[in-house]
């Protein structure tokens, strides 16, 4: 198993900067694969962007490319979402999730990102 726990949300201006850190503790051997989703009110889960654990190859969904950068630190276990021009849609729940490549088998509680006019 692999437990995950979602930090630094909160509330920013539109144009303004966050950066979201997800601690990953258990098996984490296991969790070659470990990125970024969210969920707006009323609509379904939707993918951000994430980085493979080895190598650090990453990919983002091209609404947040340019604007969004994920990073890794493997010995502290930590992933980061570094998320700049932010906009009123970047609005959602953030969650972290991780597992093998390709297979998104663990998932944090999610920090909320509210983006004001």
């Known amino acids: 198993q692999v437990q995950l726990v979602e930090s630094g949300g909160g509330l920013v201006q539109a144009g303004g900067s966050l950066r979201l850190s997800c601690a990953a503790s258990?098996?984490?051997?296991?969790?070659?694969?470990i990125g970024w989703f969210r969920q707006a009110p009323g609509k379904e889960r939707e993918f951000v962007a994430r980085?493979?654990?080895?190598?650090?190859?990453?990919y983002y969904a091209d609404s947040v490319k340019g604007r969004f950068t994920i990073s890794r630190d493997n010995g502290k276990n930590m992933v980061y979402l570094r998320m700049n021009s932010l906009k009123p849609e970047d609005t959602a729940v953030y969650y972290c999730?991780?597992?093998?490549?390709?297979?998104?088998?663990?998932w944090g509680q999610g920090t909320q990102v509210t983006v004001s006019n």
């Open positions: 258990g098996r984490t051997v296991s969790a070659s694969m």
């Open positions: 999730g991780a597992g093998p490549t390709y297979a998104w088998d663990y």
């Open positions: 980085i493979f654990t080895n190598g650090g190859n990453t």
